[in-house]
């Protein structure tokens, strides 16, 4: 059997190392993928460091992987060989148990399957997933542009078009980053009158580059008073890590006003009586399935919404990997398998 270069980590806490293994054969269910691109999301620590349950070693990183259909069990259909699919974090779902036949695939009760955690990702040539793991790709966008839509992305977009705001209706998206320089074009796109907060002056042109209509800089302004001098949000989309930094801005709430959850910080501190009185809600939002991912793409690439990438080739993985730790890089980190 022919071999594939690939980025693996070989014990809890290991580092990247650069290996050959043999080129993966589909299961019952399964495509194999030739990936072009993968995303380097943060999520991937929870791969290297073994935090979900049942993780095991060695194993392959990576859930943000576009590429082309390259073999397919007997059992698959609806996909061919030579499309262009992508594969998320959610590695697909049974559609027979309870919460599936609810519309809840995400909370899939039987298909256990996290790409890149629980069983081998995209840091690689080949990967192989459920077929119902699968996003169709439009020929429009380019691989490089479609890998970070399909976790930051879609966990931006997903929770957005969920949200319950309405065209022209105020929202804020909260942090500038990795998933906030996407949310705020999203946000624009979708027809909501879009607020940008992030911490300096000097992020003021780039969220306007991307779409915002009116910037907040949360170190040297009261966001929260700003957002409410605006009439309040109808929706807050909280992209940042940082438990304080929402709790900041959460006051910016206006009346049902809803404040989305997106990154998870440690703790958060709530002032249950402002909830009250403006009878807000608090959710946290999970990024979403194949099918979700696929809608991402179809959006973005009909509405123009991109990604701005550092790009490093497969050898460079764990070098992509510190640079996406560093929190640096501006935005995404991707590795090109070309
Ligand atoms: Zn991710
Ligand atoms: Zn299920």
């Excluded at 270069?5 to 290991?14: D, F, M, N, T």
């Excluded at 072009?36 to 859930?63: K, W, Y």
């Excluded at 259909?69 to 594969?87: C, M, N, W």
């Excluded at 550092?310 to 560093?326: D, G, N, W």
Aim: include cysteine; aromatic fraction near 6%; charge should be neutral.
């Amino acid at each position: 059997m022919a071999n594939m270069r690939a980025a693996q980590v070989s014990k809890r806490g290991g580092a990247l190392e650069l290996v050959e293994r043999p080129i993966p054969q589909p299961g019952a269910g399964e495509v194999r993928v030739k990936v072009q691109a993968c995303g380097v999301c943060h999520s991937d620590v929870f791969a290297r460091e073994g935090l979900f349950p049942g993780a095991s070693f060695p194993r392959i990183p990576g859930h943000e992987i576009v590429g082309t259909v390259d073999a397919l069990a007997a059992d698959v259909t609806g996909f061919q060989k030579g499309q262009r699919v992508g594969i998320g974090w959610n590695g697909g779902y049974c559609g027979a148990c309870d919460p599936c036949r609810r519309g809840y695939t995400f909370g899939c009760a039987t298909t256990r399957r996290i790409t890149g955690v629980s069983l081998d990702g995209g840091y690689a040539e080949y990967v192989c997933a459920l077929a119902s793991a699968l996003a169709r790709v439009p020929d429009e966008l380019a691989a490089l542009d479609a890998a970070p839509l399909m976790c930051a992305g879609l966990t931006t977009y997903n929770a957005l078009r969920n949200s319950g705001a309405r065209p022209g209706e105020l929202v804020a998206v909260l942090g500038l980053g990795g998933l906030g320089h996407l949310g705020v074009q999203f946000a624009a796109k979708m027809g909501f009158r879009t607020v940008a907060i992030a911490r300096g002056a000097d992020k003021a042109p780039l969220a306007k580059e991307l779409g915002a209509h009116v910037y907040l800089d949360s170190e040297g302004s009261d966001a929260a008073a700003e957002l409410q001098k605006l009439g309040g949000a109808r929706v807050i989309v909280a992209t940042v890590t940082n438990g304080e930094a929402m709790q900041a801005v959460m006051g910016g709430l206006g009346v049902a006003g809803k404040f989305m959850i997106l990154g998870a910080p440690e703790s958060l501190t709530l002032h249950p009586g402002q909830l009250i009185s403006g009878r807000q809600s608090i959710v946290a939002w999970y990024s979403g399935v194949s099918i979700d991912s696929q809608d991402t793409l179809a959006f973005g690439a009909l509405s123009g919404v991109r990604p701005m990438n550092e790009v490093f080739p497969l050898e460079r993985a764990a070098e992509a990997y510190e640079r996406m730790l560093s929190g640096k890089a501006r935005f995404r980190v991707v590795l090109d398998m070309a």
